[in-house]
């Protein structure tokens, strides 16, 4: 291994695009990252001028001309980028900086839609840590009185010598039963202990599958689309059942009208992700699940909200089946993400792979 490479070796352990440049723009090393952006080997960039890979090469010649001058200890702007058998040029953040080496430069090369998708995925995961909270300490505080009132109205209710007044304390009964119910379904991810074991990803999706149909036997169709190749992981096998079966009964009870129609369709579609980033941490492979339905789609009043506790698109929904589903599965270091338009609505399930 050259001198070079050995000093750079560690940025291949990033998901950001890194470049080292000679003085003169020719690039001295590109990371892992940069190479499966570009579509290009490192042997392949090594000795060639970065700027040739930009739409537009004057701002890098430029920046270069002032990284070597020290005008500058950082520069930024956005640029787009040629990619090998890619059409569509790369949208990029880019950050100059000089290194501690005389006439090197470092270039950054943060892809647009990366940035925007790391933003997206810090928003969910602060909004889910934000639901847990709250969900837990308002379980606790509707949980404590609940006991008091069930009690006092079984008293009240053996107290009683009209037996017509005993309607109304069944209903104090029944309705304090109901919301324990629910603050029960709240605090349930929360008490269960995280049972890991060996998980196949498709007999996950075929109980699923199986379940669907039993309650829903007529107009509506569930189509398997499997990549087979897909390794076994450990996860909670019953976590992610429930997960992908609150997804995948939402979408059911939203097809509504195509099931009487006799033309409702979901779809349970796996793929694979290579090098592949969540969060900030970049991993090897990742599982794709997809839960696609041809059904009205999320209403848009309540798209960027869909994964909040007690938010339903339907009435008589709880609101819950979603916001669990997302728990569970950012247990086993996921997100559940949604894309959807009148006619296809796609949950994507993300999770690392080993």
Do not use: W
């Not at 076994?232 to 976590?239: N, P, S, T, V, W």
């Amino acid at each position: 291994m050259s001198s070079s490479a050995t000093r750079f070796q560690a940025f291949d352990l990033l998901a950001t695009p890194v470049a080292v440049l000679q003085g003169n723009g020719r690039v001295r090393f590109v990371n892992s990252a940069l190479e499966d952006a570009l579509g290009l080997s490192r042997r392949t960039l090594t000795n060639t001028l970065l700027s040739d890979h930009f739409l537009d090469p004057q701002p890098l010649i430029t920046a270069l001309v002032g990284a070597q001058s020290n005008e500058f200890a950082a520069l930024r702007y956005e640029a787009l980028m040629r990619r090998f058998h890619h059409e569509d040029p790369l949208p990029v953040h880019v950050i100059v900086a000089p290194t501690d080496q005389a006439d090197e430069v470092m270039v950054e090369l943060l892809p647009v839609e990366q940035q925007t998708r790391q933003e997206r995925e810090e928003r969910l995961f602060d909004q889910a840590q934000a639901n847990k909270e709250l969900i837990r300490n308002l379980a606790h505080e509707i949980k404590n009185p609940l006991g008091g009132i069930r009690g006092s109205a079984q008293l009240l209710e053996m107290e009683l010598d009209n037996k017509e007044l005993t309607e109304y304390t069944q209903v104090i009964i029944h309705e304090a039963d109901r919301l324990q119910t629910l603050v029960d379904r709240l605090l349930a991810p929360h008490r269960r202990p995280h049972v890991v074991s060996d998980v196949n990803i498709h007999e996950v999706c075929e109980r699923v599958r199986t379940l669907i149909l039993a309650e829903f036997p007529r107009g509506l169709k569930v189509v398997r689309d499997y990549d087979i190749s897909i390794p076994e992981f450990r996860g909670d096998r019953e976590q992610l059942i429930q997960a992908v079966l609150n997804i995948a009964h939402n979408a059911a009870q939203a097809l509504h009208e195509r099931i009487v129609q006799g033309d409702a369709q979901i779809a349970l579609k796996s793929r694979i992700l290579r090098q592949v980033t969540f969060g900030k941490q970049r991993y090897r492979l990742a599982l794709e699940l997809h839960v696609i339905d041809n059904g009205p789609g999320v209403p848009d009043s309540i798209k960027d909200r869909i994964f909040f506790p007690l938010i339903s698109g339907r009435e008589g929904g709880s609101g819950l089946g979603l916001t669990l589903a997302q728990t569970f599965v950012q247990q086993h270091h996921g997100m559940i993400e949604c894309d959807s338009e009148p006619g296809r609505t796609d949950f994507k399930i993300l999770i690392p792979l080993p």
